[in-house]
């Protein structure tokens, strides 16, 4: 890999007998993706290796639920954070359960533990001196959490969404106290960050100087209150940075608690996406080092996984679910793939395509097909055990040596994260074992060779491919630990998860397969994929993005509790030409749900509908009409279902000035427009571009449904909808006041 030389700094492997393992803690305001997955999976594979290496580990995942984002997300969706918060967390956990990951917590930030642990933090660096009060007036990016250097309405660096204008009182803590302190730290730690281009930038970040950092939010509530000043809470990524040390009992008194904080703490490693480097490289170890607490071993960025030609987000809209990966190939293939295919630390594209590659090439066609082999003839010439036979050749040490050399390449390539490395060699060791029988051909018998010699050919050729089958099956185990469970039973060594308890990787080595071994019967492994699959999996796809569709049309809701809108008339979204893919904030209705969790069917987008049949209508509007139902301008007001004043209140109707407008491209309808609430700032994407000449909307105040649910078209995220009256040509025209009205006034 291209960054390969900060690895070798930051290895996996542990030195002190114990390993404490991280990912990222999610967002809970949407479910998760192959992106959320990848990560996890990075990490499940490290545990699990280092668990059957003999290390006590320590692998945590969990949710990160606080902050402005998920306020809104859940104010969108008619939710309470907390109800919205649960249903999501659920999601993930149900997920990591599916997939069979082997966390060994999960922790929530809206647990007490957590709450606990961050107050004593914040008090902590109160206490010493490095938080104080001021007042911030500046940029934020909502959806980073982030502050942002920047005019008004600056475009976030990192996402690009319009940066939102704060002016508030807040806590600020002295991170400017610390630029010398952390290059000290870099520099005397060169294993702390990689990959090497995740290391650059964090330098080159802080040696540009740091500023002290804004650490409490006054304008809105849903986080933790700044202990002592609870009209402040806590900045969502001091909060949800502090998970790695709260999950371990940080501000417990219990003596349990600080045991195994001191038996864990530091972390060995935070594994995280390359974009929020600068909060685990430059933040954290500063909140650690104020507080007195020590800094992590090493923190380690993998790429993104794209989609698309696009990061894979569901802001962008390009999201694969690996559920849907799941349930085609299995959870094996899936953590093959990312493992092998991405060099980890660079970006790396997902394609349902090149996974099917992958997939028979490797999996049905290599490992499979070669355990299949031996294990059939096994029964086939030996009725199922493990043959004895005499002394080696020279293409049996020569098989030996190279299994001997595989075990020592995978286990330095794994430990140092070179995953795809690490397989690679593995698989050269599955194609020299196919390459050895095939040259040995123990079922095929030459007239010219005497029975007892090709029985005794046979013996060792099959005990031999067999016990290098067993090797290869022990180093793949982190990786396939599906399949690695039915080889090893195969092969008659039990359950591989019990011997991965006893430590079977740390003594690995050729010779282990005893001569008499009962084998249990093959059965098949990675069944060869078809062209269908690829289909198949799009079709899964599809199918979520339209149930995702109807649910927020709310045409599949189960009951909600009450402040869930009512399931009436169609959103304009339905039928949309640029409406091919959905935010899915919606609970799936495959995925898995934890059992401690309420199960949530209800989608999580409760989307108050407005189009009935009135002559304002909100755009998009670009669904063809039902037939028969002509779109008129003098559509028969009853046409419209009859709702109450409550169900009117539901609307949050708002004044908004078009900051920003532009074309879509390959959308001939579509504007998007950038529009100023007043109170925030958003993106909306209307159905009006045959009609308004983009840069003539420029400053125009218009009238908005603020509470709809957020939508995807063209990829593209919609935070509301305009209104427009339809004229009997269908074309929209944009409703609007003759008197001055500020920014944000409700309509009412
Ligand atoms: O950032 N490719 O949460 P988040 C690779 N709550 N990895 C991806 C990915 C992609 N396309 N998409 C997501 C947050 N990820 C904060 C973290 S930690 C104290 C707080 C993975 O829900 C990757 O690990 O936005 C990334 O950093 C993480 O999900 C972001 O998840």
Redo the contacts with the bound molecule.
Sequence with gaps: MADSDSNSSSRSSSSSGRFYLT?????V??RP????A??TIVCDAIARRQRALGVDTWFLTGT?EHGQKIERSARLAGRTPMEFATAIAGEFRGLWDLLGLTYDDFIRTTEERHKRGVQKLFATLRDKGFIYKGSYTGQYCVSDEAWIEGPPGAPCPDCGRITETVSEENYFFKLSAFERKLLEFYEANPGFMGPESTRREVISFVRSGLKDLSVSRTSFSWGIPVPGDEKHVVYV?LD??A??ITALGYGSDDVRDQEKFAKFWPADMH??????SR??CVYWPAFLMAAGIAPPRSVRA??????DQG???KSRGNIVRAETVHTVLGSDALRYFLLREIPFGQDGAFSFDALVQRYNSDLANGYGNLVSRVGNMVYKYFGGDVPHFGAPTGAEAALRLSAERTIAAFGAAFDELNFSDALRRLWLLVGETDGYLTANAPWKKPADRPAAAHLHLQARVLATAAEAIRIITALAYPVLPDATAKVWRQLGQGEIGDAARQAFLQNLAWGGLKAGTRFEMPAPLFPRAERDAIQRMQNLEDENNRTVIEAAQGETMAPGPATAAPSVAPSAAAGTDDAHSSDTLTPSTTAPHDPSMPVETAPVHAVPAVQASSRLSSTPIAAPPASGQAQQGSEAPQTALPITIDDFAKIDLRVAQILVAERVPKADKLLRLEIDLGYEKRQILAGIAQQYEPEKLIGRKIVVVANLAPRKMRGLESNGMLLAASLPDGAPVLAGFLEDVPLGARLK
């Design positions: 990912t990222p803690i999610y967002y305001n949407a993706h192959l992106g959320h990848y990560s990160d990524w949800a940075l998970n790695y594994l995280i996406g390359k974009e929020i909060f685990h993998n790429g993104w996984l794209l989609f990061k894979m987000s």
